[in-house]
């Protein structure tokens, strides 16, 4: 049986013209259940695939409902979760009586543990004493602290009043936040163009439920993100300088900008190893194989 990786690594091409739909239907049987093959190729693959394939597909599951749209989506976020610096435990697609029916546990570098629950849309009001009781049960079973864990809901949709109403009004305002989809692909753009290691410190702790009366922790957490893009920003001008040319004289390069040869290296790299590299930061790549990482990194 081909696996959706093996198509990925031998024929890139054929993902550009393909949906996520498309994908669920030629993996195993075609139809996403817990622990079957299609799922297992489906979250393979998706571990392997550049960020701009992951946003694609999210919003394919958004824009265009079908039958597994949602059990996709879920795959989809957890694995945006990933590349957000969190070590993920994918949930269940569909909960039982013998199991505990979240999307995903998002653990962070500091043991915070992130309970994850994702939505389509907040149309329909959630019953978020369900979603509480998930947790509930993890800090009984002892896989999440009581002060180190807190729900998170996913939206796809960007409108999230009704929700966020609703959350305000409940006695889980203080262990609930919301973040719509659009918000996470952000913070992973953001992840994927810092270098440095603060960053992922950074995104995780403005998910954590915040008391805002005193600000002091957001700001914070702004401040640092932008202190490190104006680092970035003042490497690559110097970077530019040293490239840029005053005439056309020897030895002169008439040019303001320096070649980018990041994803040609990249590319080669990964053709000599076997194995495709992930964006993990502006000069930082990683395979995505389960074991030992091969970490990249291209000046």
């Not at 796809?156 to 692909?185: C, F, M, P, Y």
């Not at 403005?206 to 490497?235: A, C, M, N, W």
Request: with cysteine; charged share 25%.
């Amino acid at each position: 049986m081909t696996r959706l990786l093996d198509i990925w690594l031998e024929q890139k091409s054929f993902f550009q013209t393909k949906t996520i739909e498309q994908l669920i239907s030629i993996a195993g049987d075609g139809r996403l259940r817990d622990g079957n093959e299609t799922s297992i190729q489906l979250q393979e693959v998706l571990s392997n695939l550049p960020g701009d394939r992951i946003e694609a597909y999210i919003d394919h599951c958004l824009s265009h409902a079908f039958q597994h749209s949602g059990l996709a989506l879920q795959d989809l976020v957890n694995e945006v979760g990933r590349r957000l610096g969190f070590t993920v435990e994918p949930g269940y697609y569909r909960g039982g009586k013998s199991r505990i029916g979240f999307d995903g546990i998002w653990r962070a570098d500091d043991g915070f543990a992130f309970i994850i629950e994702v939505k389509t849309t907040d149309a329909y009001q959630l019953n978020l004493d369900t979603i509480a009781t998930y947790r509930e049960k993890l800090i009984k079973e002892g896989r999440v602290g009581q002060n180190k864990s807190s729900n998170l809901i996913v939206v796809g949709r960007k409108d999230t009043g009704g929700l966020e109403a609703q959350t305000r009004g409940s006695r889980h305002a203080w262990d609930t936040r919301i973040v719509s989809v659009a918000a996470l692909l952000k913070l992973m753009r953001i992840k994927e163009n810092l270098s440095a290691s603060s960053t992922v410190n950074q995104i995780q702790e403005i998910l954590k439920p915040l008391e805002y009366t005193r600000v002091d922790r957001l700001v914070d957490v702004i401040f640092e993100t932008s202190e490190d893009l104006q680092t970035e920003l003042k490497t690559e001008h110097q970077e530019a300088s040293v490239f840029a040319g005053s005439g056309n004289g020897p030895g002169k390069r008439n040019q303001s900008h320096p070649a980018n040869y990041h994803q040609e290296c990249v590319e080669r790299i990964s053709a000599f190893l076997k194995v495709p590299m992930i964006k993990q930061g502006r000069c930082t790549y990683s395979s995505a194989w389960l074991g030992p990482r091969k970490i990249v990194h291209c000046e």
